[in-house]
């Protein structure tokens, strides 16, 4: 699990989702920032609601 804030900023990451994505999702990085450059790993896709 990731917790983001309003500006898309990481604010938690859980175990599993530490383990998952490894270095790519760093706390207080934006997730519009994140690097998948390694075809092997799953790509994050952040899901925008509509007003924010």
Not at 18 to 29: C, I, M, P, T
Request: glycine letters at 8%.
């Amino acid at each position: 699990m990731i917790f983001c804030d309003r500006t898309h900023t990481v604010q938690f990451i859980n175990k599993a989702a530490k383990e998952r994505y490894g270095d790519v999702v760093q706390v207080g990085r934006s997730v519009f920032n994140w690097d998948f450059s390694d075809p092997g790993k799953p790509v994050a896709v952040p899901k925008l609601e509509a007003g924010y």
